[in-house]
Every structure is written in structure tokens, then in C-alpha cells.
């Protein structure tokens, strides 16, 4: 019903920088939440940085000042600009999707690695 396709993992220096971006396609008629999660191995999955519709966010104490999320209501698309990397940020960042509906959604995963 709906598909999320992220691009923008990689892998960087400490203190470089990544642009994710996550745009959703499909039967969507209207988003209330976008967002990023992420998984590090041996980890659960936490919280890295939301979006409601309205222009809230929510976002993990860690990354604060360093991460800055967006989005483009008319695109379906959220976009997490990651500033001043560290190693701690290495894992798996799963882009995330609610629709108003109450339906959510999760994509499929890309790649974060940061060296030391």
C-alpha cells in the first residue's frame, strides 16, 4: 500500500556529514507523523529524531544540535541533515511513516557508519 525508499547512508569520518531522505509513495492520503529510528547491533531500536505534521519534533537527546530533521508535505518526503557525526552514531537508520489513518509504516534500512 505504501512504499518508503530512503537514500543518504554511507559511511564517513567523524565529523562529516550524511543527508537521508525517505520519501513515501503509494495510497497515502495524508501523514501525520515522519521520522527516523535507528538500530545499532546488540541494540533496540530508538527514537532519533520525529516530525508531526504540524511541525513538532521529538528528538534524542545525543543528536540534539547536530541532526536536523524536515520535511516536504507536498513530496512525502522527510529529510534528516546529520551534522558532526561520531562513531556512536553508526547503525541502521529506518525511516518511519504514520498516516493519518493510523496505518504506520517502516522502510527497509540503510547503513549509517562513522570511523573514529
Known amino acids: 500500500q505504501v512504499q518508503l525508499v530512503e537514500s543518504g547512508g554511507g559511511l564517513v569520518q567523524a565529523g562529516g556529514s550524511l543527508r537521508l531522505s525517505c520519501a513515501a509513495s503509494?495510497?497515502?492520503?495524508?501523514?501525520?507523523?515522519m521520522g527516523w529510528y535507528r538500530q545499532a547491533p546488540g541494540k533496540q531500536r530508538e527514537l532519533v529524531s520525529v516530525?508531526?505534521?504540524?511541525?513538532?519534533?521529538n528528538n534524542l537527546d545525543s543528536v540534539k544540535g547536530r541532526f536536523t530533521i524536515s520535511r516536504d508535505n507536498a513530496k512525502n518526503t522527510v529529510y534528516l541533515q546529520m551534522n558532526s557525526l561520531k562513531p556512536e552514531d553508526t547503525a541502521v537508520y529506518y525511516c518511519?511513516?504514520?498516516?493519518?489513518?493510523?496505518?504506520?509504516?517502516w522502510g527497509q534500512g540503510t547503513q549509517v557508519t562513522v570511523s573514529s
Open positions: 503509494g495510497s497515502i492520503f495524508g501523514i501525520n507523523v
Open positions: 516530525i508531526t505534521r504540524g511541525g513538532t519534533t
Open positions: 518511519y511513516v504514520l498516516l493519518l489513518t493510523g496505518r504506520d509504516y
